[in-house]
C-alpha cells in the first residue's frame, strides 16, 4: 500500500505556489486511480492545472493537444510502458522539451537508470510524499522557465552553475570547489559509472597530478555534504569500478 499522506496534511504544507502564476499545466499519465486521485488532488491544491490520462495513448494525445509544461509519467502501464511514452515524447516534433518526470516502484532500479538515458529529467520512486513530489515539479519547472541551463537538476539536488550555489530538497549545501565541480559532472552524467582515473580526467583536468585515493577523499567530503540531515545516499559506490549518482535505493 502506498503510505500517501492523507488529504487534510497535505493541504497544509502546500502553500507554496509563488512560481505557478500564469498556471502551469501539468500532464499525469498513471493507470493506479488512487494514485491519479491524490495526485490530482495535491497538485491542484499546490496551483496547478492537471490534466490526466490513464494509459500511454491518451497519455500522447492529450499532451500534443494540452501541451503540458510538465508530464508526471508512470513507469508501468499497460499497453505502452512509460519508457516508449517517454521515447514517443522526445522524439516528437511538438513535445520533446516537455519536462518529465518517471514514478517507478521500488526495485526498478536497471530500469530507472534505461530511462535516464532515454531522457526522463527527473526520477521519483514510490511511495513518495506530496511534498517531495511538488519540490521536484517547482525544481524542474523553474528549470524549464529560466529559459537557460543555469541549474542541474535531479534527485532533489539543484546545483546553480553561475551562482555556485547547491541545495538539496529546497536545502542550502556548502561544497568546496573540487566537490561542486565533481558533483556537477556527476549530474551531467547521472546513472552513469565513474573510475577514479576518469573523474581526474574530467574533474581535475589530465595535465594535472593527482594521486588516485585523493578522489576517495573528496567523494567522501561530497557525500557527506550531500546526503544532509541522513537524506538517502545518492552517490553508489561500485566495487572496483568507481562511483555514480543515483536514485537512493532505499
Ligand atoms: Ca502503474
Known sequence: ???????????????????TTPTKKILVIEDEADIQVLLGYNLRVAGFSVIQASDGEEGLLLAVEHQPDLILLDWMLPLLSGIDILRQIRNHAELRNISVIMLTAKGEEPDRLRGLNGGADDYITKPFSPKELLARVHALLRRASGGH????????????????????????????PTEFRLLE????????????????????????????????VHIRRLRKAININNKPDLIRTVRSMGYSLEPPTE
Not at 1 to 17: C, G, H, I, L, R
Not at 156 to 168: C, N, P, Y
Request: hydrophobic letters at 35%; a negative charge.
Open 149 to 176: 541551463n543555469n541549474i542541474l537538476s535531479c534527485f532533489g539536488l539543484d546545483l546553480d552553475i553561475e551562482q555556485k550555489r547547491v541545495m538539496r530538497d529546497g536545502q542550502v549545501i556548502h561544497l568546496g
Open 185 to 216: 559532472h556527476f549530474l551531467r552524467n547521472k546513472g552513469r559509472v565513474y573510475s577514479r582515473s576518469q573523474l581526474l580526467d574530467s574533474v581535475w583536468g589530465r595535465d594535472v597530478f593527482v594521486e588516485l585515493r585523493t578522489v576517495d
Open 1 to 19: 500500500m502506498v503510505d500517501y499522506q492523507s488529504p487534510k496534511n497535505v493541504m497544509a504544507e502546500s502553500t507554496d505556489s509563488s512560481d
